[in-house]
């Protein structure tokens, strides 16, 4: 498969037609154990569907081959993959740099879940070079870093970053959640690991839960997989097929997502009523050249300020239609959402807050002009 181009991976890789039947689409395995013929005699090594199942085995072929890894292992959750990642990797002890805008649960993940067992964070802007190399201590095991930001949509130069991790001793970690494989392949920019929330736009379609880890080589593989076995927050069959189903057409839908969102900033950046428009594919975007050189698109995410402050945001998120008022992102319906109540209230009073007159948009496939006509009116109904 690594010859064909991304989008026939995202088809093909992993998932062969059923071989006793000639299905075209290989079957869900929706079962808990595998007859074994003698003690010991596991057909193709499956054995209890915690160690593996063959269901998950196809999305994660699929999974290591859109990124260019070596392998994958997917997980109930994206947090559910991060904290298998984390704890296969770290030892009490160690200290992890993060971004000062990083996803909120992976902030909570590490300072709530994992610091009373002795792994230590610190955040940092990770735009500045100085001030990361200020940060990396001799303990410093993971740089983690998002690009673009949720939810101001900052870039970070992922091949820079990694130089200097790599120089400290670290390894470096990219949630390409928001980008997706479609558009940024950090392994190839350096990176030693990815990991997604598989729920966004691999899924794609805000039907299910999933998460994964991409390996660039095998130095970490056999930990995390331990973790993965050993505790056991795997994908369900039938999430795995739905994540799986969704990948083959993340190609043709990021392409529409990017498209629609570079209209709405476009036309957002010349309405009066907001006083930013933060979207990577703007060339007013402080990343907006950094972006374009690692990315091949800018994906479907854009935050919007309200001039006239917080409770305009506030109402205007409360009033389009087709933009439905949700949490979660990257499906093909267009979603709103108040980040400073919503996705980012875990992280509210810290350094990592939102400011408060901005709204997230989560720009969907439908037709572009019907979704400005939805913010047109949306406007139009608040008082700014
Ligand atoms: C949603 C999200 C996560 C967490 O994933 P879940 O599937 O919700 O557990 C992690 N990182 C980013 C950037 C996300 O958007």
Redesign the pocket.
């Known amino acids: 498969m690594s010859d064909h181009s991304f989008a026939t991976r995202a088809i093909h890789a992993g998932q062969a037609p059923d071989p006793l039947t000639g299905a075209i689409i290989p079957p869900i395995y929706q079962a808990s154990t595998h007859v074994q013929d003698g003690i010991g005699g596991f057909r193709e090594g499956y054995e209890y569907n915690r160690a593996g199942n063959p269901t998950r085995s196809g999305l994660q072929t699929q999974l290591a081959a859109l990124e260019g890894g070596a392998s994958a292992l997917s997980f109930a ?4 993959a991060e904290d298998a990642l984390l704890r296969g990797i770290l030892k009490p002890g160690d200290h992890v740099l993060l971004g000062n805008d990083v ?1 909120g ?2 902030y909570r993940l590490l300072t709530k879940v994992l610091a009373p067992w002795g792994i230590e964070t610190t955040t940092v802007e990770l735009g500045d070079a100085d001030a990361i190399r200020q940060a990396l201590r001799p303990e410093t095991r993971i740089v983690w870093l ?1 690009t673009p930001s ?1 939810p101001l949509l900052k870039i970070v130069d992922i091949a820079a970053t990694a130089e200097i991790a790599h120089a400290a001793g670290a390894i470096v970690v990219v ?1 390409n ?2 980008a997706s494989p479609a558009l940024q392949l950090p392994l190839a920019l350096g990176a030693d690991l990815v990991v997604h ?1 598989t ?2 736009y691999l899924g794609g379609h805000s039907d299910v ?3 994964a880890v991409v390996f660039a080589d095998d130095r970490f593989y056999d930990q995390v997989k331990f973790q993965q076995f050993a505790v056991g927050a795997v994908s369900a069959p039938l999430d795995a097929w739905l994540t799986t189903r969704g990948i083959k057409t993340l190609a043709v839908r990021v392409r529409q997502h990017s498209e629609n969102a570079q209209a709405i900033a476009e036309w957002a950046a010349a309405r009066p009523e907001f006083e930013t428009v933060f979207y990577p594919g703007l060339s007013s975007h402080p990343g907006h050249e950094i972006a374009a050189r690692q990315m091949s698109g800018f994906g479907g995410m854009l935050s919007l300020a309200l001039a006239a402050g917080p409770d305009a945001a506030r109402a205007f998120a409360e009033s389009t239609e087709l933009f439905q008022l949700a949490e979660s ?1 990257g499906g093909v319906e267009s979603l709103i959402g108040y980040p400073p109540d919503m996705t980012h209230a875990s992280v509210r009073g810290t350094s990592l807050a939102v400011p408060e007159n901005v709204v997230r948009l989560s720009v969907g496939i439908e037709d572009v002009a019907d979704l400005i006509a939805d913010l047109e009116q949306g406007l139009a109904r608040i008082d700014v």
């Open positions: 959750s994206g947090l559910a996803y649960g992976t998002e949720n949630d959640t928001f929330s729920t966004k839960l999933g998460g992102l």
